[in-house]
T-cell receptor
Framework: ETGVTQSPTHLIKTRGQQVTLRCSSQSGHNTVSWYQQALGQGPQFIFQ???????GRGNFPPRFSGLQFPNYSSELNVNALELDDSALYLC??????????????FGEGSRLTVL | GENVEQHPSTLSVQEGDSAVIKCTYS??????FPWYKQELGKRPQLIID?????GEKKDQRIAVTLNKTAKHFSLHITETQPEDSAVYFC?????????????FGAGTRLAVHP
């Protein structure tokens, strides 16, 4: 059983650029959530994908978007990068079960620095 | 709204002492309360969780207690060891929007000194 993997692990961009981060879910999981973790803070929910559709969104602007593919892998896209977007971006996969909240399995994250 | 508050933000103890971290949540419908440990440069990992049908759960040196009336829950680590040094996050379910959606506290940086 493979765990959650993310790529790239580190990247540097400049303001105004666009970035794509990738995530492969843990085997058997059908839900992918993306979190932003600023330095010294807890993870903040960006959005979730289930059955290739966005299934819940946190307080993030539309320039944060995503995709989920049939194999449950996912991408996070951020357009028009701002300095405040510098953070660790965590992908978490889980198994969706109606009425039961369960464990999130996190990847190691992609650390984005915006200059 | 959805909110999870966590205290203290930093905690320093001597090896062998106990450590307690406390969290409060705002949504009275919340029924699942996990704790995640994040070592430096590593991913957050679940260490223990509790559901609202029990008041306490224990796993070796760690335990979690839940007070639904007061809407708070706590992590207790006994006989702390240097390898317990990490950032600990509490979490509670988001009110809406997504399976397994969790709202995290700001974290507690625990330092265990030999």
């Amino acid at each position: 059983e493979t765990g959650v993997t993310q790529s790239p692990t580190h990247l540097i961009k400049t303001r105004g650029q666009q970035v794509t981060l990738r995530c492969s879910s843990q085997s058997g999981h059908n839900t992918v959530s993306w979190y932003q973790q600023a330095l010294g803070q807890g993870p903040q929910f960006i959005f979730q994908y289930y059955r290739e559709e966005e299934n819940g969104r946190g307080n993030f602007p539309p320039r944060f978007s995503g995709l989920q593919f049939p194999n449950y892998s996912s991408e996070l896209n951020v357009n028009a990068l701002e300095l405040d977007d510098s953070a660790l971006y965590l992908c978490a996969s889980s198994l969706a079960r109606a009425g039961i909240t369960g464990e999130l399995f996190f990847g190691e994250g992609s650390r984005l620095t915006v200059l | 709204g959805e909110n999870v508050e966590q205290h203290p933000s930093t905690l320093s103890v001597q090896e062998g002492d106990s450590a307690v971290i406390k969290c409060t949540y705002s949504d009275s419908a919340s029924n699942y309360f996990p704790w995640y440990k994040q070592e430096l440069g590593k991913r957050p990992q679940l260490i223990i969780d509790i559901r609202s049908n029990v008041g306490e759960k224990k796993d070796q040196r760690i335990a979690v207690t839940l007070n639904k009336t007061a809407k708070h829950f706590s992590l207790h680590i006994t006989e702390t060891q240097p390898e317990d040094s990490a950032v600990y996050f509490c979490a509670a379910p988001g009110a809406s929007g997504g399976y397994n959606k969790l709202i995290f506290g700001a974290g507690t940086r625990l330092a265990v000194h030999p």
